[in-house]
């Protein structure tokens, strides 16, 4: 069973910047790719960013070139940075381990002036 805690929401305004954490229990991180998420409310769940276990990285077109997914392998570790914040980032942020069960419990992150 995996378990995946995510982090780091918070208020912040316009602009501004944040980082999500995800920790991830197990020695199975390593193998897996890993998934960023939001759902805003009223809106359909939206993938935001993917790592690989080779680094190598995809973002949706909104956040390309604002949002930077990284993976710490040592502490089973996966982070969204999240620079030039907009009104419109504002939702729920989940990780997630693509095409399986495993989802994190959520982290709001709110943009507002």
């Known amino acids: 069973q995996v378990q995946l805690v995510e982090s780091g929401g918070g208020l912040v305004q316009p602009g501004g910047s944040l980082r999500l954490s995800c920790a991830a229990s197990?020695?199975?991180?390593?193998?897996?790719?890993m998934s960023w998420y939001r759902q805003a409310p009223g809106k359909q769940r939206e993938l935001v960013a993917t790592?690989?276990?080779?680094?190598?990285?995809s973002y949706a077109d909104s956040v390309k070139g604002r949002f930077t997914i990284s993976r710490d392998t040592s502490k089973n570790t996966v982070y969204l940075e999240m620079n030039s914040l907009k009104p419109e980032d504002t939702a729920v942020y989940f990780c997630?381990?693509?095409?399986?069960?495993?989802w994190g419990q959520g982290t709001q992150v709110t943009v507002s002036s």
């Open positions: 197990g020695s199975i991180f390593r193998l897996y790719a």
């Open positions: 997630n381990i693509p095409n399986s069960p495993y």
């Open positions: 790592i690989g276990t080779t680094r190598i990285t």
